[in-house]
C-alpha cells in the first residue's frame, strides 16, 4: 500500500458530458430498437434474403454499443492529479529573471560566475531533451548501483558489499515505456560520517523530476533528516526500503507500517518495498559426491517500485518541470552566494593588506609629531568604508568616524606595549639604528590596521553588525594573536617600504 494523496476538485463539466453520453447512447439504442422493429417487419419480410445481408447488420449494432461504452468510460476516467506543491515563493520565470539579475550585478563587481552559469545551461540542454530525471539517493551500500542493474541489465554498473564503491554521479537512459526517455542517475553513496561533503551529491536531488531514496530497514536519525531535506524541494519521492530477502513478511510489514506513519502527512511521498539484487550463497553437489559453494545471484524485485514511479510519470509534466527548474535556480544562487563570499574574502583580504602597507608607509614618512595619527585616521576611515562598499553595506561617514574613534580609544591602551613588542622585533633586524624610532610606529600601525581590517571584514562576512562591541572584542583579539610572527612580518614590510622609497630617491 502506498501513500498517495489525490485531492482532485468535482469536475461538474466531466459529469454533464457523462450524462450527455448516457442519454445519447439510449436515444441511440432506442432508434436501433425502433430500426430492430422495422428491420424485424423488414426482416419477416425479408426471410428468404441471402446471409451477408444479416450480418453486417448485427455487427453494426455491437459496434455502436462498443464505441459508446468505451467513449463514456475515457470521459468518467479522472485526468492526472496537479501536483501540490508546498512552498514555492517565486515562479520559476520570475526566478530566472531575478537570478540573471544577480549574476549582471556580480559580474559587473567581477565576480566569477562561471559555476553558475553552467549550471543554467545545464538546465537549458535538459528543457530542450525532455527526459525526466530519476535520481537513486541513499545511504552507502543501500543498493542503488544493484537497481540500476536491476532496470538496465547491461549496464553492468560495479556492486560491492564495501561501501563507496560508486565515486562519482552517472547517467544512464532507460526506456521504460515507448516515447518516454528517462535517465536514472546513480549516485555516491551518503558516508554519514559527518565529515564529508556531501553538497555536490544532494544537489543533484535537486536537479530531478523524481527521487527515489533507498533505505534498508527503519530510519536512523540521519537518514529520516535526509528524506525531510528531499520533502523540502517538493519533488515525487519515493521512500524504497530494499533488500527485503533480509526481513520476514511480519518485519517488512512493520517497518512499512512506521515509514509510512512518519510522512502520512506528506504529499507526493509513497512508501516501495524492495529488492534491487543481492546474493546468495547455494552448495552445489556434483555426481561424484564433490561440494562446490557457489555464489548465486538474487532475482531484482521492483514491481512495487514500478507502479509507484509509473503514478509519478503520468504526474502533470509541465508541474514537473517547474519543480525541476525551480530546483536548478535554487542551486545557481547558493552557487552565485558562494562566489561572491570568495570573491569578496579574497577582495577583502587584498584590501586590508594594501591599508597595512599603506599605514606603514604613512607611518614611515610622518615628520612631524602626531600627524602620524593624523595619516592613520584618514586611512582607517577609508579601510572601513572600502570594505562597507566590497559587502554592499550602507555606512555613513558619521558611522564610519565614530568606529573609528572607538577603535582608537582602544588602541590608546594597547599602543605602549604593541610600541614596546615592536621595539623588540626590531632589534633582531640588523641595521635599526640607522633607519630611525619611525620603525616602531611603522610595525605598530601595520599591525593595527591588519587587525581592524580583519575584524571588520569578518563581521561583514558573517553579517553581523560592524560596528558591534563583538567587531571591538575581535579586533583587539586579534591584535595580540600570533603577535611576534606578524610583528616580525611588519617590520619587513616596512623595510622593504623603505628600501623601495630610498632607492627611488
Ligand atoms: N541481500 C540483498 N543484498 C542486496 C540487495 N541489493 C543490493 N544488495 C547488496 O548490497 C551491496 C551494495 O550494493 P550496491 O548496489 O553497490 O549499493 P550502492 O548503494 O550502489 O553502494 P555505494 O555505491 O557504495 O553507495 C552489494 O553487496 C549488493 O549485492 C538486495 O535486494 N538484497
Ligand atoms: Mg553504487
Known amino acids: 500500500m502506498s501513500i498517495i494523496k489525490t485531492s482532485l476538485p468535482p469536475n461538474i463539466l466531466r459529469y454533464i458530458i457523462g450524462l ?17 422493429e422495422t428491420a424485424l417487419s423488414v426482416w419477416e419480410k425479408l426471410q428468404n434474403y441471402p446471409v451477408w445481408l444479416i450480418i453486417p447488420y448485427i455487427i453494426g449494432i455491437t459496434l455502436i454499443a462498443f464505441l459508446g461504452s468505451r467513449l463514456l468510460l475515457r470521459t468518467l476516467k479522472p485526468t492526472p492529479q496537479k501536483i501540490q506543491t508546498h512552498t514555492i515563493d517565486q515562479a520559476p520565470e520570475q526566478r530566472q529573471q531575478h537570478i540573471a539579475e544577480k ?20 538546465l537549458v540542454t535538459r528543457q530542450k531533451d525532455k527526459e525526466i530525471y530519476i535520481s537513486l539517493f541513499g545511504s552507502i551500500s543501500s543498493g542503488k548501483s544493484s537497481l540500476i542493474n536491476a532496470f538496465l541489465p547491461e549496464s553492468k554498473v560495479s556492486v560491492d558489499p564495501r561501501g563507496g564503491t560508486t565515486s562519482e554521479i552517472t547517467y544512464y537512459q532507460w526506456q521504460q515505456k515507448v516515447g518516454e526517455q528517462i535517465i536514472l542517475t546513480d549516485l555516491p553513496g551518503l558516508q554519514q560520517t559527518g565529515q564529508q561533503d ?18 534498508e530497514g527503519d530510519l536512523t536519525r540521519d537518514q529520516y533528516n535526509e528524506i525531510q531535506s528531499l520533502i523540502a524541494l517538493n519533488k515525487p519521492l519515493i521512500v524504497a526500503i530494499n533488500k527485503i530477502d533480509l526481513y520476514s513478511m511480519n518485519e517488512l510489514q512493520m517497518i512499512k507500517q512506521r515509514l509510512m506513519e512518519y510522512f502520512s502527512d506528506i504529499k507526493l511521498l509513497q512508501v516501495v518495498t524492495l529488492q534491487s539484487g543481492g546474493t546468495r550463497e547455494v552448495t552445489k553437489v556434483y555426481p561424484d559426491g564433490r561440494e562446490e559453494l557457489v555464489i548465486r545471484q538474487l532475482k531484482p524485485q521492483t514491481k512495487e517500485l514500478e507502479v509507484a514511479l509509473n503514478q509519478y510519470l503520468e504526474l502533470n509534466r509541465q508541474q514537473l518541470d517547474e519543480n525541476r527548474d525551480t530546483g536548478f535556480y535554487h542551486i545557481a544562487e547558493q552557487k552565485l552566494t558562494s562566489a561572491t563570499d570568495q570573491f569578496r574574502q579574497q577582495k ?3 584590501i586590508v593588506q594594501a591599508y597595512t602597507k599603506k599605514a606603514i608607509a604613512g607611518a614611515l614618512a610622518a615628520i612631524t609629531p602626531g600627524s602620524d595619527i593624523l595619516i592613520q585616521g584618514y586611512l ?27 577603535a582608537s580609544k582602544h588602541v590608546g591602551k594597547t599602543l605602549p606595549m604593541i610600541l614596546a613588542f615592536a621595539g623588540n622585533i626590531l632589534k633582531a633586524f640588523p641595521g635599526i639604528g640607522t633607519v630611525g624610532g619611525s620603525f616602531f610606529h611603522a610595525v605598530a600601525y601595520g599591525l593595527i590596521f591588519e587587525s581592524l581590517g580583519k575584524s571588520v571584514a569578518s563581521a561583514l562576512t558573517e553579517q553581523q553588525s560592524w ?18 610572527s606578524r610583528a616580525q612580518q611588519m617590520a619587513r614590510l616596512a623595510f622593504d617600504i623603505f628600501a623601495q622609497k630610498s632607492n627611488n630617491k
Open 198 to 215: 556531501d553538497d555536490w551529491i544532494k544537489q543533484e536531488t535537486q536537479r530531478a523530476h523524481i527521487v527515489i531514496y533507498l533505505c
Open 467 to 484: 560596528q558591534s562591541t563583538p567587531t571591538m572584542q575581535r579586533f583587539e583579539e586579534n591584535l595580540s594573536e600570533n603577535m611576534e
Open 20 to 36: 450527455l453520453i448516457i442519454i445519447g447512447t439510449g436515444l441511440l439504442l432506442f432508434f436501433i430498437l425502433l430500426f430492430t
Open 380 to 406: 582607517g576611515f577609508h579601510l572601513v568604508k572600502e570594505l562597507c562598499q566590497l559587502y554592499d553595506v550602507p555606512a555613513t561617514e558619521m558611522d564610519i568616524k565614530k568606529f573609528i574613534e572607538l
Open 348 to 350: 577583502a583580504q587584498a
Open 103 to 122: 549574476i549582471q550585478q556580480a559580474q559587473s563587481k567581477g565576480v566569477d560566475t562561471q559555476a553558475v552559469e553552467v549550471e543554467l545551461q545545464t
